[in-house]
């Protein structure tokens, strides 16, 4: 297989804006608005399940919320790996992107179905779910899944590819990035928990309307990105006869997926989200180190590159262990916030959904700070390994579940804790997460051997996955739903606090060992 000609907008070629490629702007603003719907859905997400039927919500118990939550979560980067894949063989990255969020806006907008139906017609009190509400819901998450498969992956590897090997400005610019990632993700959870005070429906369907000025916007700048991200080219008869074999194995498995969601929609296939949520775990962990297992043995690397691919494995484990407990921010977090949160201020009682924005907020003020530091530091040779960055962020998590232990100790005492608790908390995971997730994303396209850039960035988003699904199944436990779960939160609060601390002091241990496998990655 062959790949375009791909003229590389590297510093020296191109113009720059703040001496980043001017291809990160359009990347920057496309990205916020996908994350814009993202975390707009996620603020009501789980809020949404948990409300009774009465209420205009789905009434399902903490446990099955909490299971469809980590689903889904879990699903946004599951299919990272399989979208990374058919972009770097078949439609290339900037093609998956626009598709990508295609199909994402289509999944808001199905959510958004019954909430504009209601506008319309009796708005006398439910009783009971309708199979619209529960179809349109659950078609609309899967379409979300499957749309940000395609773009997540591919707009963080076009990100890595706008840099020339080696150049210092790389961890910086995906600092950048990762700002504009916050801008969106922001402003979501106010405007859409605002209208789901109204509506929930008509929330989703807002978080869907960003999506779809994001893709205008992508659209509109993509000549800034020039030749990079394009489809590979092929030139021999045998890589042409190998492209229409992958085109039609495609077309094969998203038609046997969709007759498996005709069938779970009239009940021909029954669905136990709380028996699927935990046994996904092991398939991701399996499915993760059996690919990278493959790309070693068979990938046709070099002995360096096999290195780095063994050390992006031990990344995953870690990466794992952090997302854990940070993407419990929109489950576990988030279900504080709505009952065991005081969120009254001069007689207004604030959406708990409002809570969704403070680490954003955090973000946009240190992204800038913690994107100098490193190339502060690096001038002076003083900037910490990438494996020190992590450990960073494991004992940011640890810090906050910490101050949420005393937080869940005045819940259980029958008391509303302040916001001050919430507040500090995502204060501790926004210093943590600076200090991995962009780090990580940057690692990721440094350790990618070539021709798998995409599909390296579908194992850090395999990572993440599996991360956020454990995030879902503690939120059903540790959510306090019941006098019993209220009782034991504090003690749960504290299991989080040991196991990220551990994670983060085995990291520095294996610091040395993990940076001979990287070779010159830093």
């Known amino acids: 297989m062959g790949y375009s000609k791909t003229k590389k907008l590297t510093m020296s070629d191109q113009k720059t804006i703040w001496g980043h490629p001017r291809g990160l702007a359009t990347l920057f603003f496309t990205e916020m608005w996908e994350r814009f719907s993202y975390y707009g859905m996620r603020a009501l997400l789980i809020l949404f399940m948990a409300t009774a039927v009465s209420d205009g ?49 289509l999944g808001h907008f199905t959510m958004g179905i019954p ?45 890595g590819q706008l840099y020339a090997p080696g150049d210092s400005k790389r961890d910086a610019g995906f600092s950048i990035f990762y700002m504009g990632i916050n801008i969106g993700a922001f402003a979501a959870p106010l ?16 978080a869907g309307f960003g999506m779809v000025l994001g893709l205008i916007q992508y659209r509109l700048t993509a000549g800034t990105l020039a030749d990079v991200g394009n489809a590979p080219v092929f030139e021999t008869v045998e890589e042409k006869d190998s492209q229409s074999t992958l085109k039609k194995v495609t077309t094969a498995i998203v038609g046997v997926l969709g007759l498996v969601l005709v069938f779970m929609f009239t009940g021909v296939i029954n669905v136990d989200a709380s028996a699927i949520a935990n046994y996904s775990g092991v398939v991701i962990a399996i499915v993760a180190f ?3 297992g493959y790309i070693i043995v068979l990938g046709g690397l070099t002995p360096a590159d096999r290195k780095k691919v063994i050390a992006m494995g031990i990344v995953f484990i870690f990466s794992a262990v952090f997302w854990s407990g940070f993407e419990q921010a929109g489950s576990t977090l988030n279900l504080f916030a709505e009952r065991f949160t005081d969120r009254t201020m001069f007689g207004w009682e604030m959406p708990a959904g409002y809570f969704q924005s403070v680490n954003s907020t955090f973000i946009i003020l240190f992204a800038p700070f913690f994107g100098a530091m490193w190339i502060y530091l690096a001038k002076r040779n003083l900037e910490p390994s990438s494996p020190l960055k992590f450990a960073f962020g494991l004992f940011g998590v640890a810090a906050g579940f910490f101050v949420m232990y005393f937080a869940a100790k005045i819940a259980a005492s029958g008391e509303m804790a302040a916001p001050t608790w919430l507040i500090f908390t995502y204060l501790f995971h926004t210093f943590g997460e600076l200090s991995l997730s962009p780090v990580g994303l940057s690692l990721t396209t440094k350790l990618a051997p070539k021709g798998y850039q995409g ?68």
């Not at 405007?191 to 929330?203: D, F, I």
């Open 57 to 105: 919500g789905l009434g399902f118990d903490d446990k099955t919320s909490g299971a469809i939550y980590g689903l889904y979560t879990m699903g946004v980067y599951l299919l990272a790996l399989p979208g990374g894949w058919l972009a770097d063989r078949l439609f290339g990255l900037k093609k998956s992107v626009w598709y990508g969020g295609i199909i994402i806006a």
């Open 115 to 159: 909430g504009i139906l209601q506008v319309f017609s009796d708005t006398s009190e439910r009783v009971e779910l309708s199979a619209l509400d529960t179809n349109a819901f659950f078609l609309g998450l899967i379409l979300i899944v499957i749309g940000t498969g395609l773009l997540k992956p591919n707009i963080s590897s076009i990100v």
């Open 290 to 292: 059996s690919y990278l």
């Open 191 to 206: 405007l859409t928990s605002s209208v789901a005070e109204y509506n929930w429906h008509l929330g989703f369907g807002l």
């Open 455 to 522: 599909q390296m960035m579908g194992i850090w988003f395999l990572s993440v996955a599996l991360g956020n699904l454990l995030a879902g199944i503690i939120a059903g436990e540790a959510s306090g739903g019941d006098a019993d779960a209220l009782a034991n939160m504090p003690s749960q609060y504290i299991t989080i606090v040991l196991t990220t601390f551990g994670a983060a002091l085995l990291l520095l241990a294996l610091n040395k060992p993990l940076r001979k496998l990287m070779g010159d990655v830093h």
